[in-house]
């Protein structure tokens, strides 16, 4: 397995994560203002927003992860 870098493929993939994760929750957020769905539509469109948050923060913490160990490397 290669070594998680700054552009490697590792930080790429939480990248990605990280763009799908936003890309459902605004999915989800148009649903609610075009549709305006029923109470139980409605409350598993905000799980799955919130679901997409927790996804978001676990990746921003993987990079920033590959950051410092990229810049205790460095030194």
Known sequence: MTEKAIGGYKFHDECVR?????STIRNALTQILETNPGPQ???????????????????????????????????
């Open 41 to 75: 539509t409605l409350y598993m469109l905000v799980a799955k927003m919130a679901v997409q948050v927790s996804t978001i923060t676990d990746a921003v913490n993987i990079i920033e992860d590959i950051g410092k160990d990229a810049k205790t490397k460095r030194k």
């Open 18 to 22: 990280i763009k799908n994760a936003s």
